[in-house]
């Protein structure tokens, strides 16, 4: 394959509309309330924590991961169909479609956790794996 | 996808880097599971939020019937596609009775 060919393939992503599988949760206490992150970035708001999802993962299990990473949370999946369904559309990088480097490109320092102030120490996940190479729709494969 | 040809790191680095800005359409798809609260672990965070907090998920149906789409502030469309469902309440229910609960302060 040369490298005209990858040029070829990357001109046919920029054409194609590209399928951004998320994983997020609905976490409920003790108490019947829900958890909720507020975040400026991309303009989500108040929404329930979620994110990409990386390839070597299973949606179940980003959705783990993205409980601790997004409100700080330890939870338990429960045995239940989960909701899916098309969400909206919109203009990005390409790059943006790698959840690593989703992560990579904002870094809160402090946040108002539950109540409290936060002071965040690093973004770990951040800082090894801005360079990643990106995931295409086509080569995530079944997501749910 | 099969190269036929290994590309050396810098190689690879170079696409990606030529590549990663290139603006395309992208479609979220998401998949939401229910979880019951287990502990906070705010050290686990990684920088992407600017605040979280406990919500009372009626006052959130409340507000989405009333198509008031903020919590104050603005309210993001899956929340309230994922409240409009049918048994959502039922869910909360069933979640709840497994949680445990968080002594942290609610919006409401």
């Given amino acids: ?144 | 996808m099969e190269l036929g040809f290994k590309p050396s790191e810098p190689e690879v680095l170079e696409v990606f880097d030529a590549t990663r800005s290139m603006l395309v359409t992208w479609l979220q798809s998401p998949t939401y599971h229910l979880a019951a609260f287990r502990s906070h672990v705010p050290h686990e965070m990684t920088g992407e939020t600017d605040e979280a907090a406990w919500v009372n998920p009626l006052e959130i149906i409340k507000r989405a019937g009333e198509g008031v789409m903020t919590l104050p502030r603005k309210m993001h469309g899956d929340v309230v596609r994922v409240a409009a469902m049918s048994g959502f309440m039922k869910m909360i229910e069933m979640a709840s009775a497994s949680a445990q609960s968080s002594d942290r302060p609610g919006l409401w």
């Avoid at chain 1, 019947?32 to 400026?40: L, S």
């Avoid at chain 1, 708001?45 to 409980?67: L, M, Q």
């Avoid at chain 1, 989703?102 to 539950?114: D, L």
Wanted: glycine share 10%; proline share 6%; with cysteine.
């Fill in chain 1, 1 to 144: 394959m040369s490298i005209q060919s990858v040029a070829r393939g990357l001109g046919r992503l920029a054409s194609e509309t590209q399928i951004r599988p998320v994983s997020g949760l609905i976490i409920v206490d003790g108490r019947g309330r829900v958890a909720m992150a507020y975040q400026e970035y991309a303009n989500q708001g108040w929404c329930f924590p979620k994110g990409g999802i990386d390839h070597t993962e299973t949606s179940a299990e980003a959705a783990v991961r993205e409980a601790r990473e997004e409100i700080g949370l330890e939870v338990e999946l429960l045995a239940m169909e989960p909701l899916s369904f098309t969400g909206r559309a919109f203009h990005d990088s390409l790059g943006f479609g790698s959840p690593r480097v989703a992560r990579s490109v904002i870094h809160k320092p402090v946040c108002r956790y539950f109540g409290e102030r936060h002071e965040e120490r690093v973004n770990r996940r951040a800082i090894p794996s801005a360079r990643e190479p990106m995931t295409s729709s086509s080569e995530l494969g079944p997501w749910s």
